[in-house]
T-cell receptor, first 116, second 113 residues
Framework: GAVVSQHPSWVICKSGTSVKIECRSL??????MFWYRQFPKQSLMLMAT?????????EQGVEKDKFLINHASLTLSTLTVTSAHPEDSSFYIC????????????FGDGTRLSIL | DQQVKQNSPSLSVQEGRISILNCDYT??????FLWYKKYPAEGPTFLIS?????DKNEDGRFTVFLNKSAKHLSLHIVPSQPGDSAVYFC????????????FGKGTHLIIQP
């Protein structure tokens, strides 16, 4: 089955640090990947859609300069949280479509980000 | 504003019985619905989906029912097994394109032996 790998799984860093999270599709090519964020006891909220070779599309209320997305290849998208602050602490998770865009999205295992 | 709602944060069911998880939505533009299962420290795993042109989809022990007029869908698991204990998320999207999903808050299903 389709596998999406996300790295790192857990990050703790100081306020002001920039943190990069990688999302890889291991056994398929993904022209589109998605980044979600989940706060405790809340639903997964779509942050942005990452498109290979073009700019990401951000959801309303998500700062594109704060959350930099790069989708440089068909198997890798990265999310960089720039100058992270405690309020950015959350669970970040990526997903990708395998094959046709109407196929179910496959998710990585997520990254727990804690900013001190 | 929560467009996909799972009003039961948790549900406890005896092993062997039927588990019924419910989901309501408010956006009438949604036409594709999915259920995901999530264990702690893992990403959601796709379970089953249904298109708005259908009212039922079945895959083994899992069946999803869609009532468009009521904007309601449900996931039935029968018989329930201990390994089914997890958080179940209902998700929806508009159209068949490469769009992100709108999720509910999830229901924690506990299967009791």
């Amino acid at each position: 089955g389709a596998v999406v790998s996300q790295h790192p799984s857990w990050v703790i860093c100081k306020s002001g640090t920039s943190v990069k999270i990688e999302c890889r599709s291991l056994d398929f090519q993904a022209t589109t990947m998605f980044w979600y964020r989940q706060f405790p006891k809340q639903s997964l909220m779509l942050m942005a859609t990452s498109n290979e070779g073009s700019k990401a599309t951000y959801e309303q209320g998500v700062e594109k300069d704060k959350f930099l997305i790069n989708h440089a290849s068909l198997t890798l998208s990265t999310l960089t949280v720039t100058s992270a602050h405690p309020e950015d602490s959350s669970f970040y998770i990526c997903s990708a479509n395998q094959g046709q865009s109407n196929q179910p999205q496959h998710f990585g295992d997520g990254t727990r980000l804690s900013i001190l | 504003d929560q467009q996909v709602k799972q009003n039961s944060p948790s549900l406890s069911v005896q092993e062997g019985r039927i588990s019924i998880l419910n989901c309501d939505y408010t956006n009438s533009m949604f036409d594709y619905f999915l259920w995901y299962k999530k264990y702690p420290a893992e990403g959601p795993t796709f379970l089953i989906s249904i298109s708005s042109i259908k009212d039922k989809n079945e895959d083994g022990r899992f069946t999803v029912f869609l009532n468009k007029s009521a904007k309601h869908l449900s996931l039935h698991i029968v018989p329930s097994q201990p390994g089914d204990s997890a958080v179940y998320f209902c998700a929806a999207k508009i159209g068949g394109g490469a769009d992100g999903l709108t999720f509910g808050k999830g229901t924690h299903l506990i299967i009791q032996p």
